[in-house]
T-cell receptor
Framework: ETGVTQTPRHLVMGMTNKKSLKCEQH?????MYWYKQSAKKPLELMFV???????ENNSVPSRFSPECPNSSHLFLHLHTLQPEDSALYLC???????????????FGSGTQLSVL | GNSVTQMEGPVTLSEEAFLTINCTYT??????LFWYVQYPGEGLQLLLK?????DKGSNKGFEATYRKETTSFHLEKGSVQVSDSAVYFC?????????????FGKGTHLIIQP
């Protein structure tokens, strides 16, 4: 148990659906991240929040919309996704701000998303 | 830009065999280097790290030495167990104070057979 909880664990959605992924951490961390994990590709950093402010958006399509209402919760809102968006979406948190030399990330178990 | 290259998997070994998973990197400045492990059905967990040249990170019998001259951070273990079966990710953080987060490799799937 890493202290980072993601729900749901699995999600199947059609291309016209709207759904949200949820991430929660009770570690007292100040930064939260969304990563996309696809088979045979490096983990892709999607969004970074530090103290509830978005500090990074790595050219992610607008059909992915993050929300960080407080330092413990992070959402990823999904709408009109494409089949190539099927992947494991991982949430992570860190105590300090992003970019620190000793930055250690704590990951959730991920949401396995399938887009039909 | 930053990048991490790992050996392709899956890597299949017998129990008690010696393990090496190669990792090389490209980065500006002096990055910190990490190995993360992902067990089946779980998220990634930090396995070990090294923050400067010639540092050796170690944990659970695994070791990796930061080699600046060869830009490498190979993961080794002297005697693997079935429970070591997982996906291993090499990663770097160039610590420029930006919001880049970690740069990961593609991961190496390790399978240990009894």
């Amino acid at each position: 148990e890493t202290g980072v909880t993601q729900t749901p664990r699995h999600l199947v959605m059609g291309m016209t659906n709207k759904k949200s992924l949820k991430c929660e951490q009770h570690l007292g961390h100040n930064a939260m991240y969304w990563y996309k994990q696809s088979a045979k590709k490096p983990l892709e950093l999607m969004f970074v929040y530090s103290l509830e402010e978005r500090v990074e958006n790595n050219s992610v399509p607008s059909r992915f919309s993050p929300e960080c209402p407080n330092s413990s919760h992070l959402f990823l809102h999904l709408h009109t996704l494409q089949p190539e968006d099927s992947a494991l979406y991982l949430c992570a948190s860190s105590l300090g701000p992003p970019g620190q030399a000793n930055e250690k990330l704590f990951f959730g178990s991920g949401t396995q998303l399938s887009v039909l | 830009g930053n990048s991490v290259t790992q050996m392709e998997g899956p890597v299949t070994l017998s129990e008690e065999a010696f393990l090496t998973i190669n990792c090389t990197y490209t980065a500006t400045g002096y990055p910190s280097l990490f190995w993360y492990v992902q067990y089946p059905g779980e998220g990634l967990q930090l396995l070990l790290k090294a923050t400067k040249a010639d540092d050796k990170g170690s944990n659970k019998g695994f070791e990796a030495t930061y080699r600046k001259e060869t830009t490498s951070f190979h993961l080794e273990k002297g005697s693997v167990q079935v429970s070591d079966s997982a996906v291993y990710f090499c990663a770097l953080n160039n610590a420029r104070g930006g919001a880049d987060g970690l740069t990961f490799g593609k991961g190496t799937h390790l399978i240990i057979q009894p």
